[in-house]
């Protein structure tokens, strides 16, 4: 399985946001030149997690984005589902594209399915704060100490 990186770069930007000092805002030049994503990109993906209600947005000439939950509040597993728009791991997962001959008496299709279900439940397990537990080091890493 491959995430997008969509998905990648929304869970970047809420490790970036949330690396930030309480309540200092991030923008999206600082975010864009951090991680080399384009402005235009980065406004998307902002938008979209603004829009689910990840962060909120300040505009203005010294706007930008802060977390709108605590980061023990938000799970990696939920983020990654709402980013992704599908995890069809092969054709036989979307029934309106499956023309395997094999999907009535195949057994892979019940694997994977279960793979799938334990990526999530290991994902499950974490929320924005796990990965923020080394905020010194993220700090320095992106710029931020």
């Keep these: ?12 930007v809420l490790m970036f946001a949330g690396s930030k000092e309480d309540g200092a805002l991030a923008n999206k ?14 406004g998307k993906i902002i938008h979209e997690l603004s829009r689910l209600g990840l962060i909120e947005t300040i505009r203005g000439r010294a706007g930008g ?44 299709k019940r694997a994977l399915h279960e793979a799938l279900a334990a990526f999530f439940q290991v994902l499950d397990s974490y929320t924005l704060a ?5 905020r010194g080091e993220l700090q320095k890493l992106m710029g931020l100490a």
């Design 29 to 42: 030049k600082e975010i864009s030149e951090v991680f080399h994503i384009s402005e235009n990109h980065l």
């Design 130 to 134: 796990d990965l923020l537990d080394n």
């Design 65 to 108: 984005i802060r977390l709108a939950e605590e980061p023990k509040d938000i799970n990696i597993g939920s983020v990654v589902r709402a980013m992704e728009d599908n995890f069809h791991l092969l054709e036989c997962f979307d029934c309106g594209s499956d023309y395997c001959v094999l999907t009535p008496a195949c057994r892979l």
């Design 1 to 12: 399985m491959h995430l997008k990186k969509y998905t990648d770069y929304a869970l970047r």
